[in-house]
């Protein structure tokens, strides 16, 4: 049912609105990646070039943090994703006392303010001397990753037919076997999905690496924290560029198999 | 190690016990993470701030709180951080409820194009949208070059001002409530608007009759959604906001990494969770209200 | 072949499945009928293993079951949504339960191929599930049950989500494979036709009761109980006071061999004979079924009669017409007393027809 279908008019100039807010910032970035110089007042850089991305790539204080914040992230989220997605599958298929309260505390956990709870955990890590180590950083980014590693895998292994594990348990297999041959390729996708979701979302985390990682830790985010108020302009979208786009492709693949409505859901709506 | 089961029903036989077991397997190790992680550092954070020190040692008191109260900066900064965050919220809410209405009652390319538009936000960091603000609306930013193209010379950056963040915090936020909002507008049938339409309403009555009663559970939840990311935002105030005031999740981090003043941090977290801890009962009532009609 | 003893299962407050007995012997087929929510399908899920039961035994070939998981008991079952697992193909669902025991892969790819062609469905091993029919589906399934050669094949209502034509054949298909390997096999439906059709033995229940055993036209002819008389085929249907060893029937005046009380009497549309002396009424509808044709008859003391009767009857609506019971079964307290006996004089009603 279409109301508005009588104005199309604003459709098409809330749709210009749209692009140049929503786009135009990122795309001001992307340009200035590629800019060799581009002075003010010209609307497009007077020279185009790769040179800036000689520059980052050849320096080790931008390398360096790339490498850990892969490292760091790709710890992180795989160990997340190996302790939660088995929970996922506790939450949607089993029966246990207590499951409700579980579940829940999940979602309050979520209730609380990320950087409040980073200084608090800051502060106990200061005692054990864990700020600035490998580790460190590595469990309080896979506090991160929990919300989504759990909710989206719960609700595509909830979304698997029963009858669908129930057939190969009736034909013979064993109660691992049903779940490693049939249980997970079918939850396959949407499992990838909440991988990268949260992969990027710990790549890209700001807070908790300048908390607890700093200053023996540095991750890109904090290079790009730091290059985003320096004079050269470029540096910072370079490294926007280099890593993000990627990301951004790679999110926009899996999106297909992440509905809307089941994150909505996973926020309780 | 995995213990994959099918849903089983009944209570009696020994299955059931392993099943239970299982579960509880399952689920103990992010379970402990959340503890130790959450829970625990939480409790001692509160009650490290409650450690007031004195000559004999440290003492059980308020001192602290009332130390930061007396700070006029302190203060300045929570009342910045709560005004922020609840014209962000506000902001954010109303743009994204007009778009989702426009959503929900339009059909076509045009639509499908905001749809995806609208939730571009959720693919981008925050770090990113942060400087790439910096750039478009900065000094000499790309904003600016385009309004010089059609005459307009009197633009006056936001950058470092709190309209920078401010204008962040809503760019960021729009994909979640426009998501839950609109789960919660299609749940709104078309009979039901047709029904009202029959018998004469206009549109401004159907929206305020009809359509906000039944998304109001969802308003409350992007709400909550938007004001407990919002009010502990550190990377979008750090570089787009103004030196002071600070919003507290910049305090914060200025006060532990830069000062070395852990105590104080604890207190300006505390004060932060206590500020949150309003919207977030709110937000975990409503998800235990649903959880029970679900069940 | 298999026996099952007393087998109960609780929800709740409720008992789904109430002290459930019964054997099958080999190579028979045996229906589970009943309406939704009778039970059928739960005691079909204990007797596969999937649902635990809370009470009674379960034996096939003289071992007792009750105890094992349900990947290990020699049964195997085709669900209602074929439940075809759609990341691999359909050689590789079939061969599953075969993967499962490690056959050797030459040993599988034959057992698959004959498992298919039994079926009817050569040449689609390389197929995905999601690009054949319902149909094809339920064969698959099917075949995927059949080439690990259950001691019992059990079937929860196969063939519910298919087109009545397609059903058909598919049930024939069913028996004649059935037969051919003498393969035990219970199936669930709720639909009285295809019990009829395909069992060697019904099992009807309702509200978790086993009411009746026995073959399809027994059930028909002889039912014991309301339930089963009502809910296998038609029946015209009247309460009545039994006075003395007789009643009035619609008009019509009986005889029973039972105490005083309330009986009731059911006759079968086709068991409506018409004649001279009967029950006196107008034809009211004639419903054109094809092969027969269903007649609606309104009496004079308000009650409605169907009637089955052939082609060449050729009734037409509006005339008047005395109908009289030749078969009347009755039942008292839900169950079958015995069979009433119409009485051959007439009571005159003429003067109070309207």
């Known amino acids: 049912m279409s109301i508005l279908r009588r104005a199309p008019l604003g459709g098409i100039l809330l749709l210009s609105v749209m692009a140049v807010l929503m786009v135009g910032p990122i795309l001001t970035v992307v340009v200035w990646a590629f800019a060799e110089k581009w002075r003010y007042p010209n609307l497009l850089p007077t020279v185009w070039g790769l040179k800036y991305w000689y520059v980052m790539l050849g320096r080790d204080t931008v390398i360096n943090p790339i490498v850990t914040s892969i490292a760091l992230t790709t710890v992180a989220t795989s160990l997340a994703a190996l302790i939660c997605w088995p929970a996922a599958y506790a939450f949607a298929r089993l029966r246990f006392p207590g499951r409700q309260v579980f579940l829940f505390s999940f979602v309050a956990a979520q209730a609380v303010p990320k950087f409040a709870l980073f200084v608090s955990i800051a502060v106990v890590f200061l005692r054990l001397d864990l700020i600035g180590t490998f580790w460190g950083v590595v469990f309080v980014q896979m506090l991160s990753a929990m919300l989504v590693m759990i909710w989206i895998p719960a609700a595509a292994f909830r979304g698997i037919p029963p009858a669908l594990e129930e057939a190969g348990f009736d034909l013979g297999a064993s109660r691992l076997r049903v779940f490693l041959l049939i249980t997970l390729p079918q939850a396959m996708p949407a499992l990838a999905a909440s991988y990268v979701l949260a992969y990027v979302g710990i790549l890209f985390e700001v807070d908790s690496a300048l908390l607890i990682g700093a200053p023996q830790i540095t991750t890109m985010p904090l290079v790009l924290l730091s290059s985003a108020s320096q004079v050269i302009v470029q540096e910072a979208a370079v490294l926007c560029v280099m890593i993000w786009v990627p990301c951004f492709a790679v999110l926009l693949l899996t999106r297909r198999f992440m509905s809307s409505k089941g994150i909505a859901q996973g926020f309780g709506a | 190690m995995t213990i994959a089961k099918p849903l089983a029903s009944g209570a009696k036989a020994p299955g059931a016990f392993l099943e239970q077991a299982a579960g509880l397997a399952l689920i103990a190790a992010p379970m402990a993470l959340l503890i130790t992680l959450i829970l625990l550092p939480t409790v001692a954070m509160i009650w490290g701030t409650l450690q007031v020190p004195s000559d004999s040692g440290a003492q059980f008191g308020l001192g602290r709180y009332q130390a930061f109260f007396a700070d006029a900066y302190s203060m300045a900064n929570l009342r910045y951080t709560l005004f922020q965050t609840l014209a962000s919220c506000a902001t954010a809410l109303t743009l994204s409820l007009g778009i989702a209405l426009y959503l929900r009652f339009s059909e076509g390319r045009i639509a499908t194009m905001i749809h995806a538009l609208s939730l571009f936000p959720l693919f981008v960091p925050s770090v990113v949208i942060s400087y790439a603000l910096v750039r478009f609306l900065g000094p000499n930013g790309l904003l600016q070059l385009l309004l010089e193209q059609v005459g307009f010379t009197h633009y006056r950056t936001p950058y470092l001002t709190p309209v920078g963040p401010y204008i962040a915090f809503v760019w960021e936020n729009l994909p979640l409530p426009v998501l839950v909002l609109g789960a919660g507008l299609s749940q709104v049938s078309d009979h039901a608007i047709e029904a009202a339409r029959d018998l004469g309403a206009k549109a401004p009555r159907i929206l305020v009759e009809i359509l906000l009663p039944q998304v109001r559970r969802s308003l409350l939840i992007a709400f909550a959604l938007i004001f407990l990311g919002v009010i502990g935002s550190f990377t979008v105030p750090y570089l787009l906001g103004p030196p002071a005031p600070e919003m507290l999740g910049v305090f914060m981090q200025r006060t532990l990494g830069n000062l070395r003043r852990p105590e104080e941090a604890q207190v300006q977290a505390v004060m932060l969770m206590l500020m949150a801890s309003v919207v977030s009962g709110f937000y975990i009532a409503t998800m235990l209200q649903s959880e029970r009609g679900r069940r | ?354």
Request: proline residues 6%; hydrophobic residues 45%; contains cysteine.
């Open chain 3, 1 to 354: 072949m298999l026996n099952v003893t007393q087998l109960t299962k609780i929800f709740g407050q409720t008992k789904a499945v109430s002290d459930a007995t019964f054997e099958v012997g080999l190579g028979e087929l045996i229906c589970l009928l009943g309406p939704s929510g009778c039970g059928k399908s739960t005691l079909l899920r204990m007797i596969a293993g999937l649902t635990p039961a809370d009470g009674g035994q379960i034996a096939i070939d003289g071992q007792d079951m009750t105890a094992r998981q349900a990947n290990r008991r020699p049964t195997a079952m085709v669900f209602q949504s074929h439940a075809l697992w759609n990341h691999m193909s359909v050689a590789q669902n079939v061969s599953f339960g075969l993967r499962v025991q490690g056959l050797p892969k030459a040993v599988i790819a034959d057992k698959v191929a004959a498992a298919l062609t039994l079926v009817g469905l050569d040449g689609f091993a390389k197929r995905r599930p999601t690009e054949l029919s319902g149909g094809q589906a339920q064969r698959v399934a099917l075949a995927r049950c059949l080439v690990v050669e259950p001691k019992v094949l059990l079937m929860d209502e196969p063939f519910s989500a298919l087109d009545a034509h397609l059903r058909a054949n598919l049930r024939e298909e069913l028996k004649s494979l059935q037969r051919r390997l003498q393969l035990t096999t219970i199936f669930v439906t709720h639909d009285q036709e295809e019990a009829m059709e395909l069992a060697d033995r019904i099992v009807v229940m309702h509200a978790g009761v086993i009411e009746q055993i026995g073959p399809p036209g027994e059930l028909y002819l002889n039912p014991q109980t309301l339930t089963v008389a009502r809910f296998i085929g038609q029946m015209n249907e009247a309460t009545v006071t039994l006075c003395g060893g007789r009643a009035d029937w619609l008009g019509q005046p009986v005889s029973i061999a039972a105490p005083d009380g309330l009986v009731t009497l059911l006759c079968r549309p086709e068991d409506m004979h018409p004649g001279s002396a009967g029950i006196p009424g107008r034809i009211a509808r004639v419903i054109d079924l094809g092969p027969m044709l269903r007649v609606s008859v309104a009496t004079a003391e308000g009650a409605t009669l169907t009637w089955l009767c052939s082609r060449d009857v050729n009734p037409q609506p509006g005339a008047a017409i005395r109908l009289r019971a030749a078969r009347l079964l009755a039942f008292h307290d839900g169950r079958r007393i015995g069979t009433a006996q119409p009485l051959m004089e007439l009571r005159q009603m003429e003067s109070v027809t309207p």
